[in-house]
């Protein structure tokens, strides 16, 4: 299959660890030039290590904060100054703590969703004119299937996936007038850091972290990033053209629901 990527510039936040990572190299692997942003610099720094060969495409690795606005008018100014366009937006950097609703305070839920759903909005409001004037662009949010199965003690991070399944498709409704293509995945467990963290805090009722990643889907297993990334790819490229304001699953059937 041929994914038509090459030449095409992609931003990636939280390019610099697990899916982010994964779909990075991915996309420098079809000859992409590509930005990544996170906020550390070691993973910044392995992560343009382990590029080093991989494809044809140019790699850049800046470190920013996108829970800081400034921060991300910073990212997109340089991969512009950079690489001259932005083809395609890989919405990522995200997380959320779990926890019992009564232990999680205003500031908690405020500081996960400025940058689980602000950052995502922000990225997009700041991309999105410059794919409008081209007249073209692809933008890709990883959202998550917490948003698809309310479950009581990840709350925070459901609530904000389902905030940006709805706004894929709205954006989705006001990028079609001008050819800026927006759609959402739903990853269920994937195995990274972020995964591996929240293993041991639900296998507290018992179990090792193990055994309960095991149980989490159907399959018996948990994806691999590069899975994700796979996606990724697939649905940034010309293959997926006729794929709009879409949100498609990948969880091993965790998620057997009519709408995910
Ligand atoms: N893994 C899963 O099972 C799963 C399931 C559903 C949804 N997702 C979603 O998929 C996305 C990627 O998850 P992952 O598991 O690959 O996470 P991960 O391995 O923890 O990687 C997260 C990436 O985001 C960066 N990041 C975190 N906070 C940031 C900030 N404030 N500013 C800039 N960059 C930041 C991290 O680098 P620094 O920490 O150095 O900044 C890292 O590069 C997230 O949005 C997550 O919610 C994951």
Redesign the pocket.
């Known amino acids: 299959m041929q994914l038509e990527l090459e030449n095409k510039v992609v931003l990636v936040?939280?390019?610099?660890?697990?899916?982010?990572?994964?779909a990075a190299l991915g996309f420098l692997a079809e000859g992409e030039a590509v930005l990544?942003?996170?906020?550390?610099s070691?993973?910044?720094d392995e992560t343009v290590a382990l590029a080093q060969g991989v494809g044809r495409g140019r790699l850049i690795a800046m470190q920013?904060?996108?829970?800081q606005a400034e921060?991300i008018k910073n990212v997109v100014a340089r991969c512009r100054e950079e690489f001259g366009r932005i083809d395609i937006l890989v919405?990522?950097?995200?997380?959320?703590r779990p926890g019992p609703f009564l232990d999680i305070s205003d500031e908690d839920w405020t500081e996960d969703w400025t940058?689980?759903f602000f950052?995502y909005v922000r990225m997009a409001r700041e991309v999105f004119p410059h794919m409008q004037q081209q007249g073209s662009g692809v933008m890709v949010n990883?959202?998550?299937?917490?948003g698809l199965r309310p479950i009581a003690n990840y709350m925070v991070?459901g609530a904000a996936?389902a905030a940006l399944n709805h706004f894929t498709k709205a954006l989705a409704a006001e990028g079609a007038q001008h050819g800026v293509r927006v759609v959402g995945i739903?990853?269920?467990?994937?195995?990274?850091?972020?995964?591996q963290k929240?293993a041991s805090v639900f296998s507290q009722g018992g179990g090792s972290p193990e055994e309960t990643l095991r149980k989490m889907t159907p399959l018996g297993r948990?994806?691999e990033?590069e899975e994700?990334a796979d996606l990724i790819l697939f649905l940034s490229s010309a293959r997926a053209a006729f794929i709009h304001g879409a949100n498609i699953t990948i969880d091993g059937g965790a998620n057997p629901g009519l709408m995910g």
Not at 91 to 96: I, L
């Open positions: 936040t939280g390019g610099s660890k697990g899916i982010g990572r994964a990544i942003c996170a906020r550390g070691e993973a910044l920013a904060d996108l829970t921060a919405n990522n950097a995200g997380s959320a940058l689980k950052g990883i959202i998550g299937t917490g991070g996936n739903n990853p269920g467990p994937i195995l990274t850091e972020r995964l929240f948990v994806g990033a994700v």
